[in-house]
């Protein structure tokens, strides 16, 4: 079936910057190959003239980890390295020893079977922070998965779920939430929004405020976290956002912490969807929108 096309008048140039605002980037590979399928891979929509509109094609913004595009620093406070895995990406926040993001792709189809879940996490030997295992025990704070590990493990196998036990993709995280809320908004959409809808795309990390607090190893410990999900329909992309703090009981709905990309991006200091056309980036990024994840 040919894609359907929508026409939008463009009303600025997207313009791709790897170093925006205060902070910036730097990219490290894998220390595993990686295999030509899972490179990442940057879209930049065609310039077109003021009061012209633009034509694209439904998946033009559909990328191997993340949804038009990989969020941007804006007033992110602090340098960001990109941490390439096989089936994610994190932007890893070396001052905080956390990441500050991580991308991934959900797709409809699922492996025979999945992994066991390892016992232990690895230092990431990529990072200058070399945060450990044992930094996180005895401390209260759960080791909070930002690229989970069912989608992954459930998708693209053993191999990709051992990456997500690597210490540059977990921050510190209350277990009410971790285990409670944060969990099951994660297993929805491995479990019922990818399969309904053939793909989705999750970028997820945490939020700061200005009175910071640390593990006793250095690792800032964060006020709340975002998900942010990404999905292409026949009249083109809707979002959907949540921002949960770490106070978040365990019984909570997950449903009632819905809010707008916007907030999530005023809050962070990122830009998120930042390939998006403006005249669609700047509707969707500040609607609430109903709930369609399952």
Same mark, same amino acid.
């Given at each position: ?149 069912? +989608? @992954? $493990? ?10 997500? =036990?690597? !210490?540059?993709?977990?921050? #510190?995280? /209350? ?52 998900? +942010? @999900? $990404? ?10 956002? =949540?921002? !949960?703090?770490?106070?978040? #009981?365990? /019984? ?43």
């Amino acid at each position: 079936m040919t894609p359907k096309k929508l026409s939008i008048p463009l009303l600025s140039l997207v313009i791709f910057f790897l170093v925006s605002g205060s902070g910036c980037y730097t990219t490290t590979q894998s220390d595993h190959p990686q295999p030509q399928a899972q490179a990442l891979k940057t879209t930049e929509a065609p310039a077109a003239a003021h009061d012209e509109a633009q034509t694209y094609t439904l998946g033009s913004y559909s990328q191997t980890f993340t949804y038009a595009g990989t969020p941007r620093p804006t007033t992110y406070p602090n340098s960001i390295t990109l941490l390439k895995s096989t089936s994610f990406l994190v932007g890893y926040d070396e001052t905080r020893e956390n990441p500050a993001w991580a991308a991934y792709r959900i797709p409809a189809a699922t492996l025979a079977g999945t992994p066991p879940r390892p016992s232990r996490f690895k230092t990431d030997k990529r990072t200058t922070a070399r945060v450990t295992h044992d930094d996180y025990t005895n401390t209260g704070y759960d080791r909070g998965h930002m690229a989970p590990n069912l +989608a @992954i $493990a459930s998708r693209f196998g053993k191999k990709a779920q051992a990456e997500t =036990f690597v !210490m540059s993709n977990v921050v #510190p995280q /209350r277990g009410e939430l971790n285990q409670g809320p944060w969990r099951l908004l994660e297993a929805t959409l491995a479990d019922r929004t990818a399969p309904a809808e053939g793909e989705i795309w999750v970028v997820t990390g945490p939020i700061y405020d200005d009175q910071p607090d640390f593990l006793k190893a250095g690792n800032e410990i964060p006020d709340a976290f975002f998900m +942010a @999900i $990404a999905d292409e329909t026949p009249t083109g992309p809707r979002l959907q956002a =949540f921002i !949960m703090p770490q106070s978040t #009981p365990r /019984r909570a709905d997950y449903r009632a912490y819905k809010t707008t990309v916007d907030d999530i991006e005023q809050q962070t200091g990122l830009d998120l969807f930042a390939d998006l056309p403006d005249v669609i980036e700047g509707v969707l990024e500040a609607e609430k929108t109903r709930y369609w994840l399952e």
